[in-house]
């Protein structure tokens, strides 16, 4: 019976979302945006000194079956004065529901003495699709409805942001996800009125030179298309020149959820590792949310190392 009304819950789900534009707005999959603020932000696009490859996994409602995973790969960094270049690929599943997507971006910075913002536009093609394997499943059989799914749809998504830091310490940001949305394949979905979404960071860095730690304390507020409203608000927590990272992050709205993270750098690689525990009835049933990232900072330089360099100048 468990498996009867799990598959029937894929299938219902599946083409409920096929019958709709688009099956979300869900743009930060990962829950470290306030560490990774690129993989929510193309003003972030570019935004440090150094190149940025970043490799995640993320591991949705782990110990259930069918439940999501992503992967995602990104790359961002100057390749001119002021100007940056972004791109990312995305893998997700969630049940009998594939999604791909690619990203191309790029940003402009602004620096003046006490402030520095980037503008960014991204370019994405974004596939939706039904696993092929659902045929095999003997509730299913030969559905009609469900064998003509398997090719999905593709949409094309432009999308804007802006991100900035005042006096390297407000730091703040505005991202508008699929500002401009086109189904490629227009003969296979039905027309659907565009809802207008946004993401809005806002944080305050404070310098403990006594402690040699930095505290962050900051909010992401989300209003996505078919995602109800929500706030993430965190605490991220550096010390001994960013060489250690913990963070606390609390979910209000739509998944009352309590992540962790703790991170590391060593050189010019980072590891970040987050758990997530939902206060929903369903967390009963599954093992939490774990989320791993990998990201290497080519080129980059400890603070002591760009101060000395700083005076030799």
Not at 65 to 70: A, D
Not at 158 to 169: A, L, P
Not at 246 to 255: E, H, K, L, P, R
Request: glycine residues 10%; negative net charge; charged residues 20%.
């Amino acid at each position: 019976m468990k498996k009867i009304l799990y598959t029937f819950c894929l299938l219902f789900i599946g083409v409920q979302l096929f019958s709709q534009s688009r099956y979300f707005d869900e743009r930060y999959i990962f829950t470290q945006t306030y560490v990774q603020p690129v993989l929510a932000n193309p003003g972030a696009i570019g935004g440090s000194d150094y190149h940025r490859l970043f490799l995640g996994y993320r591991n949705t409602w782990a110990g259930f079956e069918g439940t999501p995973r992503t992967f995602a790969l990104s790359y961002d960094g100057e390749i001119a004065p002021r100007l940056g270049l972004g791109a990312m690929v995305i893998s997700d599943t969630n049940g009998a529901l594939e999604t791909t997507k690619g990203q191309l971006g790029l940003s402009y910075t602004i620096t003046s003495p006490e402030n520095k913002v980037g503008f960014g536009l991204t370019g994405e093609i974004i596939q939706h699709a039904v696993s092929a394997g659902v045929l095999n499943d003997e509730l299913v059989g030969d559905d009609v409805l469900i064998s003509s799914r398997l090719d999905g749809n593709s949409y094309f998504d432009v999308s804007f942001g802006v991100f900035g830091e005042y006096q390297e310490k407000v730091i703040y940001g505005l991202a508008l996800p699929s500002l401009v949305s086109s189904l490629i394949n227009s003969d296979t979905d039905p027309t659907r009125e565009r809802e207008f979404g946004y993401l809005v960071q806002l944080g305050y860095r404070y310098d403990l030179p006594a402690y040699d730690m930095t505290v962050t304390p900051s909010i992401m507020v989300k209003d996505l298309m078919l995602v109800p409203f929500h706030v993430d608000i965190n605490v991220l927590g550096e010390f001994l020149d960013d060489k250690l990272s913990g963070g606390i992050s609390y979910t209000v709205g739509a998944d009352e959820r309590l992540g962790f993270l703790i991170g590391a750098r060593l050189d010019q690689f980072n590891f970040y590792y987050t758990y997530n525990v939902s206060r929903h009835e369903f967390q009963q049933y599954n093992n939490g949310s774990h989320e791993i990232a990998v990201r290497f900072d080519i080129g980059r330089k400890d603070k002591m190392m760009a101060e000395e360099e700083a005076m030799e100048k």
